[in-house]
């Protein structure tokens, strides 16, 4: 009988990536058992599930079929070797992905065209489980493989551009979530602005409020106890909550003071969302400001010193400089959690991309909720991407 240990040590001899393996079971477990499509008659009507299977030309399904196997063989420890191997990563899933996307709007293309104007097709499990496996097998290999920024930067164009050429060449039209935006494209752009706005608007006064506590925090054992208990608080309030707390005093403060009013402080809106914003983003701020400052080396600090600078030098030539990659983390942290609460506002009238999420769900139209959640994640991705280029172009050279 083959003991555990030996069975480990074998296993590990014949994977080069375990991740890419789990990835690859989790994809075709879902694309056996979930359904990769649903037909229904109309917007409203629950659909039938339609089997990858059943959703594939014959050149789609061999075009899976042999990337999937390339994937396999990348993630063995021979015959390809590492370098190889994650090149064959990163090409097979984006081409995994492109197909999974075109197969679907093929699908509703040459379905519906049989059918009657109301009938749709919307995305099913399968298909989501595939594409998310595809984006994390090539996220994991960038990460695996040590990438540069402008490795990760043109990988990302290049996959980015695909997609946007996809849907610019109207191959998605007849899907169900393509016309659903079609019946809100008036609104949607304005929708987006507005949550960008808001996300900007919290992220100005969070830094301005933050970073100098940060320093505070830093320069005074005493404040920094109770500056940080009293952020926690924040953190352990749920945004719903929050929300609906500012409503009243803000109301009352705009009914006191007609002129405030005017300027949009009131009740409901865009001003109770931006201070709940700021409120759940001063703790990270802080945080990560207290911990690059604290991360500076001493020995850097007095060599600095000694060279004659000032108290104020020293922080803006030496210390700063060298607690931005942490600053900056944090700074992303705050970034992708306001771009997920602003959608929560939607419920204030702050209006973004969460309008749409509600209004689909009180009409029961998951694919207007999609039109708002699907953005939101994208938004919050491409943030989280550009600003970790910033972390890695801020790190002193010799650091990357």
């Known amino acids: 009988m083959t003991s555990p240990a030996v069975s480990t040590i074998g296993a590990g001899r014949l994977l080069a990536n375990r991740v890419l393996v789990t990835l690859l079971i989790a994809g075709l477990a879902a694309a056996w058992l979930l359904p990769f499509a649903s037909m229904s008659p109309n917007r409203l009507a629950s659909g039938q599930s339609v089997s990858l299977g059943g959703a594939l030309t014959t050149w789609q399904a061999a075009g899976m079929l042999v990337l999937t196997v390339m994937l396999g063989l990348a993630a063995l420890q021979r015959p390809l070797s590492r370098r190889l191997a994650h090149g064959v990563t990163l090409t097979a899933s984006l081409a995994l992905l492109l197909i999974t996307l075109y197969a679907l709007g093929d699908y509703a293309q040459r379905t519906l065209a049989e059918r009657s104007p109301s009938a749709r097709v919307s995305q099913g499990a399968a298909f989501w489980v595939i594409v998310f496996c595809c984006a994390l097998a090539a996220i994991d290999t960038l990460q695996r493989h040590a990438s540069g920024w402008i490795t990760r930067l043109g990988y990302a164009a290049l996959a980015g551009g695909a997609v946007a050429f996809l849907l610019a060449s109207g191959h998605f039209r007849e899907l169900s979530i393509m016309r659903e935006y079609a019946n809100i494209r008036d609104t949607f752009s304005d929708q987006l602005l507005t949550h960008l706005g808001l996300v900007g608007a919290a992220l100005g006064p969070a830094l301005a409020i933050g970073v100098p506590l940060g320093l505070l925090a830093h320069r005074s054992a005493r404040v920094r106890g109770t500056l940080f208990s009293v952020l926690n608080v924040f953190q352990t309030i749920p ?6 707390l500012l409503v009243a005093p803000l109301s009352a403060l705009g009914n006191a003071f007609p002129f405030l009013a005017e300027l949009g402080i009131k009740g409901i809106g865009a001003a109770p969302a931006i201070i709940a914003l700021v409120m759940y983003a001063l703790l990270p701020v802080v945080r990560n400001t207290h911990a690059g400052l604290k991360g500076v080396p001493p ?102």
Do not use: K, N
């Open 239 to 244: 945004s719903i909550a929050l929300f609906a």
């Open 299 to 400: 020995a850097t600090v007095e060599a600095a010193r000694g060279m004659g600078m000032t108290q104020r030098q020293v922080l803006w030539r030496v210390e700063i400089p060298l607690a931005l990659p942490v600053m900056l983390s944090g700074l992303r942290i705050v970034t992708v959690q306001a771009i997920g609460l602003t959608v929560v506002a939607a419920l204030i009238g702050a209006g973004g991309l969460g309008a749409f999420i509600f209004q689909g769900l009180g009409q029961y139209a998951i694919d207007l909720v999609l039109l708002g959640a699907i953005p939101t994640i994208v938004l919050a991705v491409i943030a989280d991407f550009m600003l970790q280029m910033l972390v890695a172009l801020s790190q002193p050279a010799g650091t990357r």
